[in-house]
């Protein structure tokens, strides 16, 4: 298998070499061949909407998913209001972008709450009002869930199980489940639950990044560079391609060590690291 063939499904989060530029994220692409990536709605933003659509477009490359939307288990009605809005808008920015993924990081505990039903019950309630919003726009949204040392402040949503228990609530088209090893890799239930949402449709994207240990200070940004941990990358590549899926696989690390380093430098790297741990050439 060349290099290109490896790379063929590969896309490059834009959190893995957030010291790039969309510029020189799409220039960086470009010499390695890469021609998917992932993109953050700030960058996005800061850069305009249009114009990181045109220079998608003009330099080749697909938006895989735009991170991130969610946020919707606030008490307070204004606050609720004003994170449908938000997500209305990140909505029209994927559409915009040419994506049909928004990833969504549901949210977690109110301050002073234990409520974690009442919790999850409230992200149904956003996901009612959003969810024929997005269908009209050719966006899915797509529940990631998060390892359950994020439930209280990030995401109350921890398990696949728990995600597809809300997707299914809507059409799949709508509304799907994002498979994220850094965040399911411990879950044995987490092989029935990726057969379940691919027998549903309800795949909309898979992500990877590895689990090193100690954990350093900071869990958020302690993702590890692929083979560098403890998960089976290409075992759940496997069970994912199981289900029939045969779309993108973005690779989406916070890593303050990699964002200290040249980032064309990382971006090879972990294209290789890809094709050698996930792909299963070279190893």
């Not at 029209?92 to 972008?97: F, G, I, N, S």
């Not at 850094?182 to 549903?200: K, S």
């Not at 973005?250 to 790297?269: K, M, Q, T, Y």
């Amino acid at each position: 298998m060349n290099a290109a063939a490896g790379l063929a499904r590969f896309s490059v989060n834009q959190q893995t070499v957030k010291q790039l530029p969309l510029p020189g994220l799409a220039d960086a692409c470009g010499k390695l061949g890469i021609t998917q990536v992932g993109l953050w709605r700030e960058p996005v933003q800061e850069y305009g909407p249009e114009a990181s659509a045109k220079l998608m477009r003009d330099t080749g490359l697909s938006v895989t998913s735009l991170c991130r939307g969610g946020f919707f288990t606030a008490l307070d009605p204004a606050e609720r209001r004003r994170a449908v809005a938000d997500n209305r808008a990140a909505i029209d920015e994927a559409a915009t972008l040419g994506t049909s993924t928004l990833v969504l990081v549901s949210g977690g505990l109110p301050e002073g709450s234990r409520d974690l039903a009442g919790a999850r019950e409230r992200i149904a309630d956003a996901l009612a009002e959003l969810a024929p919003y997005a269908g009209e726009r050719g966006v899915r949204l797509a529940i990631e869930p998060l390892h359950p040392m994020f439930a209280s402040d990030r995401c109350v949503v921890s398990t696949l199980g728990q995600a597809l228990d809300l997707a299914e609530r809507f059409p799949a088209e709508q509304v799907g489940v994002v498979v994220d090893t850094y965040h399911v890799w411990w879950d044995d239930l987490a092989p029935a639950h990726i057969e379940r949402a691919g027998a549903g449709g309800r795949l909309a994207s898979f992500q990877l990044a590895d689990w090193v240990t100690p954990l350093p200070e900071g869990v958020l940004l302690g993702r590890g560079q692929l083979g560098d941990g403890a998960v089976d990358l290409r075992g759940f590549r496997e069970l994912v391609d199981a289900t029939g899926y045969d779309g993108p696989i973005e690779v989406e690390i916070f890593n303050p060590g990699l964002w200290a380093r040249d980032g064309a430098e990382v971006l090879a790297e972990t294209a290789e690291r890809y094709v050698r741990h996930v792909v299963g050439v070279g190893s």
